[in-house]
């Protein structure tokens, strides 16, 4: 679930030369905009058919986050 996550970000972020690891902060070490974040997580939710709630959005700091709550609903 990690590297598809990562494939995700990396491509909606347009990352270049940055390690992405569960610990990477989405906003202070990937650099993503509230714009970014909002494109993301419209992504994740179109790729696995899923309406994520705004509280847990709020849970989202980090990689780690985003890949926790996916693996929680399978």
Do not use: C, W
């Given at each position: 679930?990690f590297?598809?996550v990562?494939?995700l970000?990396i491509?909606?972020?347009?990352?270049?030369?940055?390690?992405?690891?569960?610990?990477?902060?989405?906003?202070?070490d990937?650099?993503?905009?509230s714009l970014s974040?909002l494109?993301?997580?419209?992504t994740?939710?179109?790729?696995?058919?899923i309406?994520i709630p705004?509280?847990?959005l709020m849970k989202?700091?980090?990689?780690?986050?985003?890949?926790?709550f996916?693996e929680?609903?399978k």
């Open positions: 679930m590297e598809e990562k494939k970000l491509k909606e972020l347009r990352l270049k030369d940055v390690e992405v690891t569960p610990e990477s902060r989405i906003k202070e990937l650099h993503a905009d974040v494109t993301l997580i419209m994740i939710e179109e790729e696995y058919n309406q705004d509280e847990e989202f700091n980090t990689v780690g986050d985003v890949v926790k996916l929680g609903l």
